[in-house]
């Protein structure tokens, strides 16, 4: 196999900085840009200063620069139509289209879809005006889970376990237009664990990747607002190989066949945000494109060609994956404050000592520093041969990084350790 192949890579984060990592393993790829990176990206690709909504300028640079195939990181990028508009270019990059990409942008697109093709789900009503949502939701039981419809960043959800938190929460989506625009789904509450089923998908095909489990509240014990994530490992020992294949099969492949049914296929990362109930899997959301932090936890457990298989989806081909049994998990560290407002541009000391792997999710280098540019900011991932290995081995690792303004959760992968 030659090693001759140009990629791009579009993102500035943790996971902009796995997908580069696997790709820089990959035995065909010579030579990786990521646009616009950050200061760790920068130690393995050539980062260039163009942002990822910036789609003009993106399809020149890959037009320009002989680019074999460009990975789209996050959903904003989706979400303007990069990957159309890369292929209308005549060149390809993996991700799904603007239309497909809905799964993710709009929950009422998502929640049509499994309702009619039959994906697992808690029932739903969508509302614009709060008068009737209110009277929804007030003849409903507790927890009431509200949810903003349309890219919030993670934030657009509220599980309200009062009637009063769930009328503030339909005030503010409905009424004062906290997030732009009026519109909220209120579905049923539903119990169990949570993990993240990422599969990448080239129309009715589904190559699975391995499980992952993330951490959205802020504090230990699950406590404080949801973020981002804060932490992930991989594998995850709750979810048997039983409970794989019917989650595999009742909703990565019906909703896979249910895009192609509607007329937008999707290619890319279709990310199942699953939950455990008593009845089995059930979708709390989908993501169209790969998930952080559980990407840096699930990229390095692949043993095959990353390249390979992105573009074995990009050409709709099959595609032989491997992984390794080896555990996963690292801990983010965030700035105080995340995921409110926070300070940034103060200097990281001791990576140099750090003997894993750090992925970059926030960071900027000025001169010979490395400064916190962002609410998550570096993240360490440990691995062993259990994830108590891989625990230890990243916490010990954390121990050597100094920086003041950073905080982290000390009780990722608990409920498997
Ligand atoms: P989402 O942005 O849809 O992933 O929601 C964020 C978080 O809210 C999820 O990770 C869950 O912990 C919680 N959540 C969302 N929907 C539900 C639901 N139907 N039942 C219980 N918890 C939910
Ligand atoms: N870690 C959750 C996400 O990527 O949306």
Not at 246 to 262: M, S, W, Y
């Amino acid at each position: 196999m030659e090693k001759n192949k140009k990629v791009l890579v579009v993102g500035s984060g943790g996971r902009e900085h796995a997908i580069v990592k696997a790709l820089a393993r990959s035995p065909q790829v010579e030579k990786i840009f990521c646009a616009p990176g950050n200061a760790g990206i920068a130690e393995d690709a050539e980062c260039v200063a163009i942002g990822v909504e910036d789609v003009d300028a993106l399809v020149s640079f890959a037009r320009d620069n002989a680019i074999d195939m460009t990975v789209v990181g996050p959903e904003a990028a989706l979400a303007v139509g990069l990957v159309d508009a890369m292929e209308a270019a005549g060149l390809k990059a993996f991700g799904p289209t603007k239309a497909a990409a809905r799964i993710e942008s709009s929950k009422e697109f998502a929640k049509q879809i499994m309702t009619k093709y039959n994906v697992p789900t808690a029932s739903y009503e969508a509302f614009d005006d709060f008068g009737k949502a209110w009277e929804y939701v007030k003849n409903r039981p507790l927890p009431a889970v509200i949810k903003y419809d349309g890219l919030a960043a993670g934030k657009g959800v509220v599980v309200a376990l009062s009637y009063e938190e769930a009328e503030a929460a339909l005030r503010d989506m409905l009424l004062d237009s906290a997030f732009g625009k009026g519109r909220v789904v209120v579905e049923d509450f539903l119990d169990g664990p949570e993990f993240s089923f990422m599969c990448v998908v080239s129309g009715s095909k589904v190559y699975p990747l391995a499980m992952a489990q993330d951490h959205k509240r802020a504090f230990d014990g699950d406590k404080g607002p949801n973020t981002g994530g804060m932490g992930a490992y991989s594998p995850v020992p709750f979810v048997s190989d039983e409970i794989r294949e019917k989650a595999l099969r009742e909703i990565i492949q019906r909703t896979a066949d249910g895009l192609v049914a509607e007329g937008v296929p999707f290619k890319g990362v279709l990310y199942g945000g699953l939950i455990l109930t008593a009845d089995g899997p059930k979708v709390i959301e989908f993501n169209a494109r790969f998930g952080d932090p559980e990407t840096e936890v699930v990229l390095p457990r692949l043993e095959s060609d990353f390249y390979d298989l992105v573009e074995a989806a990009v050409e709709g081909r099959d595609c032989e994956t491997k992984w390794s049994d080896e555990a996963y998990l690292g801990v983010v560290l965030a700035s105080e404050g995340y995921p409110g407002s926070y300070k940034k541009g103060v200097e990281i000391k001791g990576l140099g000592n750090v003997n894993a792997e750090v992925y970059h999710m926030g960071t900027k280098r000025e001169g010979d520093k490395i400064l916190t540019a962002g609410g998550r900011v570096l993240m360490v991932v440990g691995k062993g041969k259990t994830i108590a290995e891989a625990n230890a081995a990243a916490k010990a690792e954390i121990e050597k990084i100094d920086c003041p303004s950073l905080f982290h959760r000390t009780d990722i992968g608990k409920a498997s350790l």
